[in-house]
């Protein structure tokens, strides 16, 4: 086990940009819009908009619709799926 020494005031300083990085990522997760539970998958989308696995690659291929994708799943929020029903 190694052994740091450091200064008090060097101690307070660092705790002290800790505990306002601590504060900044509270507020960051107390703001964020909690509903991603409501966004949509491949198939979700293609039974809304009555369209194959394929189709729907098109559509994200040439910008048709928008959307996220996390590790190799895709993801579109209800309002751009939405949009796309009226173009």
Same mark, same amino acid.
């Given at each position: #086990?190694? =052994? @740091?020494? #450091?200064? !008090? %005031?060097?101690?307070? !300083?660092?705790?002290?940009? *800790?505990? !306002? *990085?601590?504060?900044? =990522? ?18 979700? =989308? ?18 048709? /619709? !928008?959307?996220? %994708? @996390? ?9 751009? =799926?939405?949009?796309? /029903? @009226?173009?």
């Amino acid at each position: #086990m190694e =052994v @740091i020494n #450091m200064e !008090a %005031q060097t101690f307070e !300083a660092m705790m002290s940009r *800790f505990e !306002a *990085f601590t504060r900044k =990522v509270e507020t960051l997760c107390e703001s964020r819009d909690k509903s991603l539970h409501r966004w949509l998958d491949n198939q979700d =989308v293609c039974q809304i908009l009555n369209i194959s696995k394929r189709t729907l690659q098109t559509y994200r291929d040439n910008g048709t /619709l !928008a959307y996220t %994708q @996390i590790n190799h799943k895709m993801y579109y929020k209800p309002e751009d =799926v939405e949009k796309s /029903l @009226i173009i």
